[in-house]
């Protein structure tokens, strides 16, 4: 027989427990029939679209204005039914799925636990389709080009498909989060101020010269031909440097023009943007030194490799001494 005073203690638990625990929060949870507006659903979303910008490489601005554009700003069946908040149809997905009319009659989707769960899967989605590979060598600041990259790549099918994401982005200003640091835990320091960077609308403490942005006493941000780099310290790999900055190894060392497993001497330059496709100001060309590599001079004047190539047809990676090599 079940005792009554554990009986009642039960009962008492049972009718406070959903009161202590609150459900988790939802745009549609106090009225599950109201549409999410625009602006609400870029506030939602917009902070785990600069966290997959520094996890993954893609503008921010094109991931909130994909999932704005995708999902209805969040109201489509897609989105409110299967959390799918980019239009990802199955392909190999092996997990939930929901079925919707699209292109053709009920089509397979990929359906999801949480609207964040598809915000990671836009990400590896992108990042790990050969097709979209071009798109990782542009700057993640230049949303434009990754529209255009997009809709050439037959994300969708939209003939103006690059245009309503650029309209998207340019009418809500959704590229101020392509220059906004990532932020660790809410309340705590955005990594890039951390790392030495400067974050956007947040002034430098100090100035040492035209070019030279002093953060902190240990890291230094120096600009070459408009391009910031800092100056390896002893234990610096391209590793460690990119966990610091918020990069992919990877990216670090095809913005440097190295192979993949590249080590770093102290005093290397490493570049923390892509490098420009030629010298803008100051010297038109440099005379080459003995030893010295057509890398090197890319890093020494902020000049992609590729380009001093093409600018210099039939020098090699080890031009004599003395060669005089164009810089544009």
Request: one cysteine or more; proline letters at 5%.
């Amino acid at each position: 027989m079940l005792n009554p005073w554990l009986y009642k203690a039960f009962c008492f638990v049972s009718c406070i427990l959903p009161v202590l625990v609150p459900a988790k929060a939802s745009p549609w949870s106090e009225d599950p029939e109201r549409q999410i507006t625009r602006e609400e659903y870029i506030n939602r979303y917009k902070n785990i679209a600069i966290s997959q910008m520094y996890h993954y490489g893609i503008p921010a601005s094109i991931i909130l204005a994909q999932g704005c554009l995708e999902s209805g700003n969040g109201n489509s069946r897609l989105a409110r039914e299967g959390n799918n908040h980019f239009g990802i149809k199955c392909h190999d997905w092996e997990g939930d799925r929901i079925y919707h009319d699209d292109d053709a009659l009920q089509e397979c989707f990929r359906k999801y636990r949480t609207a964040e769960d598809s915000y990671y899967d836009h990400s590896e989605f992108l990042r790990t389709r050969p097709r979209y590979a071009s798109l990782f060598l542009l700057e993640r600041t230049d949303y434009a080009s990754w529209a255009r990259g997009l809709k050439q790549s037959g994300y969708a099918t939209n003939p103006r498909y690059d245009e309503l994401l650029v309209e998207l982005i340019e009418k809500y200003s959704l590229h101020q989060y392509d220059l906004l640091p990532l932020q660790e835990e809410e309340g705590r320091e955005p990594l890039a101020m951390k790392s030495g960077i400067p974050a956007a609308g947040m002034p430098s403490y100090a100035m040492t010269g035209e070019d030279v942005f002093v953060i902190d006493v240990e890291r230094r941000i120096l600009q070459t031909n408009g391009k910031r780099y800092v100056l390896s310290a002893p234990g610096d790999t391209y590793r460690s440097l990119a966990a610091e900055f918020g990069f992919f190894r990877s990216e670090l060392t095809r913005y440097n023009d190295v192979a993949a497993n590249a080590e770093l001497a102290v005093g290397e330059k490493v570049y923390l943007e892509r490098k420009a496709g030629r010298v803008t100001r100051g010297e038109c060309s440099w005379s080459s030194l003995s030893g010295e590599s057509l890398q090197e001079i890319s890093q020494r004047f902020g000049i992609r490799l590729q380009s001093l190539r093409t600018l210099n047809p039939g020098t090699g990676d080890y031009p004599l001494a003395g060669t005089v090599i164009r810089l544009r």
